[in-house]
């Protein structure tokens, strides 16, 4: 009976190591550097590290096969049932030929410490021990200078895609669900093999697959296990929405012991820190947003909102050179509406960098721009550099300095007859703006003009570098009324992207600078500013694309100043009657937008009021708001009742009343043009 149990254990275990084997892929360089050591010529202690799930207890058991095979005698032990003394470990220290392999080391707490500072010393030379644990070691072990020969780290990532491939082959899982799988878990093996068990038994759900809850479940005690509170999920929570966590971002959604709670990310095994600050692993990341998602929608809206809110006014407040990447970070919340651009990988610096035009890089812009999209483009970008240097970018590879790309955000708010025949770009978007609504008194247009090598025109790094920077051009400008983008030869994905995630439109009109066409996306800012732009976005975010055009925000209206002052008129006379307000054209300007909350018709009244009543503050205008006063807010029937309850006579009665009427209207002006703080008007 015994026997027969012991034959079916080895049957059914020589099948599990079979099928294991059969599972393995890549690692080579891993592997590369434990046979070095197998065979003398490399370190004594291996110590490899990363987070739940990457790998380490498979490299571990396919290091044993290679030692085994290699005719090395193999001991493993495992930190979640070890104590730091167990006999398990000691064969390692009597044979010179002997492989340890120390699995899950920061299950046991003192076992790193333990090893390094009373066991291996012990270990003959010619043995090898590998150490696996979720964290990197101990600085201790690189203090030390008696280490440095002896000991090598290997710190395991995901796997490569052609590896990934490899592995979804081992298991089975059919071309159709392959994208929505690796989208998911990307390189990570237990979250591929786990997604593939359940992706083959979901077959029919093809490029629609998500993860189950459960999947979210099982494989977040795995990767991410208890947290000490609903404090310490909090800030997990938004270190994986947000694109990298800083600590002043974290006290922006957690303000309580935001500091204690960020030494506590940076040292957990699955998040990494870059210059710009700390980023999870990308499964891990999906896991979180996905589990609060749907646990708990209303908490993720409102943990949304402040990241979004502090990371839009970063935009707004940052120094030049890093409005790029604040805006990168802004749009990270949007990724899931975003066009084709991969975030992931880009935690750092990156491969192209950005510098201001100077005077030497005139030939070099006419050199890229020329092999870009030909004579006469470059031709537009060297008429540009020459007026207008301070309007160009140059875009190099960081590694090499390599100029790949310039772009030019021309700011404009008259043009002159040679500018209008250098340039079909300008000339068509200037045309366009004139057609539709002119610029206003102090107004600007601006077109956005790029010139990039082939390889790196489209969806590209350096593109989404170049995209980074005409946002937050959009989101800082002041008095800016028009945007114009061109693109040459936009694919369909772009187009949409455009359209539907950036509320921009492509207008019929295509300039040909030479033999190419480009298409020209337009935004108003005065009609959807800033702030209602980003909005839109958020909305896109919680209504998904399903939301589509139909969450796009209610446009404003742009009036001309004689438009806007004909409004005023005509809204003082209906001032008691809220149904008549209801159908100004005023309810839909920026003056009562920025009143938000209020019914648009009662908040036109309130500001009428209260623009006839700030007349007061000025002792010149005390007696226009007294005929103001009379003749709009007590109801006077008649000009002339108005002008003998005031005691004036009626010819001195108009001419307070169109004063005071004017001096209305060019105080409300300027509100509209400069915003709410802007001050009032005062007579001189």
Not at 615 to 640: N, Y
Request: glycine residues 8%.
């Amino acid at each position: 009976m015994s026997s027969g149990s012991d034959n079916q254990s080895g049957s059914l275990g020589r099948r599990l190591q079979a099928a294991r084997e059969m599972a393995f892929v890549g690692r080579d360089e891993e592997l590369a550097v434990f046979e070095a050591a197998l065979y003398g010529g490399g370190c004594s202690v291996l110590y490899v590290h990363g987070p739940g799930g990457i790998g380490k207890s498979a490299l571990l058991r396919r290091f044993a096969h290679e030692a085994a095979v290699a005719g090395r005698p193999v001991s493993m032990v495992d930190g979640r049932t070890l104590e730091p003394t167990a006999s398990e470990a000691e064969p390692v220290l009597m044979d010179a030929d002997a492989v340890l392999l120390v699995d899950n080391v920061e299950r046991v707490q003192g076992l790193e410490g333990w090893l390094r500072e009373r066991f291996l010393p012990r270990v003959p030379m010619g043995a090898l021990v590998v150490i696996a644990g979720r964290n990197p070691p101990d600085l201790r072990w690189q203090a030390d200078p008696g280490w440095a020969g002896a000991l090598e780290v290997l710190p395991l990532r995901d796997l490569r895609a052609g590896d990934a491939q490899a592995l979804m082959d081992s298991s089975g899982v059919p071309a159709e669900l392959r994208e929505p799988l690796l989208a998911f878990a990307g390189g990570h093996p237990l979250a591929l093999l786990l997604g593939a068990a359940v992706a083959v038994k979901d077959g029919g759900a093809g490029r629609r697959w998500m993860p189950s809850q459960d999947v979210v479940a099982t494989l977040l005690d795995q990767l991410v296990g208890e947290l000490p509170s609903a404090a310490h999920r909090h800030a997990l929570e938004i270190c994986a929405h947000a694109y990298t966590t800083t600590e002043d971002l974290l006290r922006a959604a957690l303000p309580e012991d935001a500091g204690t709670l960020f030494r506590w990310l940076r040292r957990l095994p699955f998040v990494e820190s870059s210059s710009l600050g700390l980023f999870p692993h990308g499964v891990v990341r999906e896991l979180l947003e996905a589990d609060l998602r749907w646990r708990d929608p209303e908490g993720y809206a409102v943990m949304h909102d402040r990241i979004h809110a502090h990371l839009a006014e970063r935009v707004r407040t940052a120094g030049d050179a890093d409005v790029p990447g604040a805006v990168a970070a802004l749009l990270h919340l949007h990724r899931d509406n975003a066009a084709p651009a991969d975030f992931h990988g880009r935690h750092d610096e990156g491969e192209f960098r950005e510098e201001a035009l100077r005077e030497e890089d005139a030939g070099t812009l006419l050199r890229v721009a020329t092999a870009a999209e030909g004579a006469a483009s470059a031709g537009c970008a060297a008429f540009w550099a020459e007026r207008r240097p301070q309007a160009f970018r140059l875009y190099r590879r960081t590694e090499t300095g390599e100029p790949v790309a310039f772009s030019a955000w021309l700011r404009l708010a008259e043009l002159d007859e040679e500018e209008l025949a250098a340039d079909p770009v300008v000339a068509t978007a200037w045309a366009h703006a004139r057609a539709t609504t002119p610029l206003r008194a102090g107004e600007h247009l601006a077109v956005s003009r790029v010139w990039a090598l082939p390889p790196d025109r489209g969806n590209s790094p350096v593109m989404d570098l170049i995209q980074w920077r005409v946002i937050g051009n959009c989101l800082r400008a002041e008095r800016m009324a028009w945007s114009y983008i061109e693109i040459r030869h936009p694919n369909h994905a772009w187009v949409e992207h455009f359209r539907r995630n950036c509320g921009m439109r492509d207008i019929s009109e295509q300039p040909r600078p030479g033999d190419d066409a480009y298409t020209l996306f337009v935004h108003d800012w005065r009609a959807v500013p800033a702030q209602a732009w980003l909005e839109r976005m958020n909305r896109l975010l919680v209504a998904g694309p399903a939301g589509g055009p139909g969450a796009v925000a209610a446009k404003l209206a742009v009036l001309s100043q004689a438009e806007f002052t004909e409004a005023v008129r005509k809204a003082l006379r209906q001032l008691p009657r809220l149904d008549a307000l209801a159908a100004s054209p005023l309810t839909r300007t920026r003056l009562i937008a920025e009143r938000a909350g209020q019914n648009p018709a009662t908040a036109l009244g309130d500001l009428l009021r209260q623009a006839i009543d700030d007349l007061r503050e000025d002792p010149r205008s005390v007696k226009l708001h007294r005929v103001l006063s009379v003749t709009f807010l007590r109801g006077a029937p008649t000009q002339e009742l108005a002008a003998e309850r005031l005691g004036l006579p009626f010819t001195t009665y108009r001419r307070h009343l169109t004063a005071g009427i004017e001096r209305v209207c060019a105080d409300l002006w300027r509100r509209e043009l400069y915003g709410t703080d802007a001050p009032a008007y005062r007579s001189t």
